[in-house]
């Protein structure tokens, strides 16, 4: 059985597409819902409508693969509740944006197979009751532990039994940094502008900290050892993905509409607290999360 942890849009969409028979939902220890299984409206990339229909697991003892699709700043107190009653030798996927989150509970518990898992699949839920799949993408899978080294092709080809494409990643850390990069450079200027992400490129803020954001950036990951892409190949990165998204809202802006906690520490606030460690100044990445936090009621 494919437990999933997170019953959100990421879940949602995980849930209705693996085989009917071998997913369930685990439950927020703070909600024990009180029917025995979740119902939904699920709709295509196709626009094809179902109602979805998955058990809430009661009892982790027979889980297989562990799905995490909580927000980045409630993974590691949702895995503190469930992963004691996992066994150890069941992979969990770590599907988080952004950075900190994943090495938080890698270190937590470096004895089990833990993997991450970087995707651009995109899903939301414009009602409660209702995830739409509004883009097909691709997924990378691979391991934050030593333990889950072995792991990665069985879950690779568990989560393809989906009909999503998903590959197996050696570098899986390296992927999360490519992604992250996006979001630092896209999701707090979407927020702090209240605009989809194509309208950030022609404002004067965007390209007033573009460029000293991506030279911050770039310092980080040739520190790290990810890399050694230039500030110019970083902006122009994450302007053809602005681009290619003009008319979406950021999951940024979208938890900022909604009254949400963001996930702004694990993107420019994680760039932050790199930086201190490695005594690399990041004021650009500091005034963006700073910016966002204001917006945020959390
Ligand atoms: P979401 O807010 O829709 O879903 C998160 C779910 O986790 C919510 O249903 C929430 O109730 C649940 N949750 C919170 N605390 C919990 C706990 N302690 N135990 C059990 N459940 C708990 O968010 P989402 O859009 O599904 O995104 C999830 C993660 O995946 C985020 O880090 C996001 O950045 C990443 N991601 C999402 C997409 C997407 O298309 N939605 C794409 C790529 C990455
Ligand atoms: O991942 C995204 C997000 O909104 O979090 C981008 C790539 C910016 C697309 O909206």
Redesign the pocket.
């Known amino acids: 059985m494919i437990g999933i942890?997170?019953?959100?849009?990421?879940?949602r969409l995980w849930a209705a597409l693996l085989p009917q028979d071998q997913v369930a939902f685990?439950?927020?220890?703070d909600a024990r819902p009180a029917a025995t299984s979740l119902s939904y409206t699920f709709e295509s990339v196709n626009e094809i409508r179902q109602t979805i229909t998955r058990p809430w697991l009661q009892s982790a003892e027979n889980l297989t693969l562990l799905l995490v699709?909580?927000?980045?700043g409630?993974t590691l107190?949702?895995l503190q509740?469930w992963l004691p009653q996992i066994p150890e030798s069941v992979p969990a996927v770590l599907?988080?944006?952004?950075l900190g989150s994943q090495q938080a509970v890698a270190a937590t518990w470096p004895e089990r197979p833990i993997l991450a898992a970087s995707?651009t699949?995109?899903?939301?839920?414009p009602e409660p009751d209702r995830v739409v799949h509004a883009g097909t993408g691709e997924t990378w899978v691979g391991a934050l532990t030593r333990e889950a080294r072995s792991a990665v092709s069985g879950v690779v080809s568990q989560l393809g039994s989906s009909g999503l494409v998903v590959h197996g990643e050696d570098q899986i850390l390296v992927r999360l940094w490519q992604k992250l990069v996006v979001n630092a450079g896209i999701n707090p200027f979407t927020a702090i502008l209240d605009c989809p992400n194509g309208d950030i490129l022609a404002t004067e803020f965007f390209l007033d900290h573009i460029d000293p954001l991506c030279s911050e950036i770039a310092r980080l990951m040739a520190a790290e050892g990810i890399g050694t892409p230039t500030a110019g190949e970083l902006r122009q990165r994450i302007e053809t993905v602005a681009r290619n998204t003009a008319r979406n809202t950021s999951?940024m802006r979208g938890d900022i509409l909604n009254g949400?906690r963001t996930?702004i520490d694990f993107i420019n606030g994680y760039l932050v607290q790199l930086g201190q460690r490695l005594e690399i100044p990041t004021p650009v990445n500091q005034l963006l999360t700073d910016k966002v936090k204001q917006l945020s009621p959390h």
């Open positions: 942890l997170g019953a959100g849009s990421l879940g685990l439950p927020r220890p699709t909580t927000k980045a409630d107190t949702a509740h599907f988080q944006n952004g995707t699949e995109g899903a939301n839920r999951s949400r996930e």
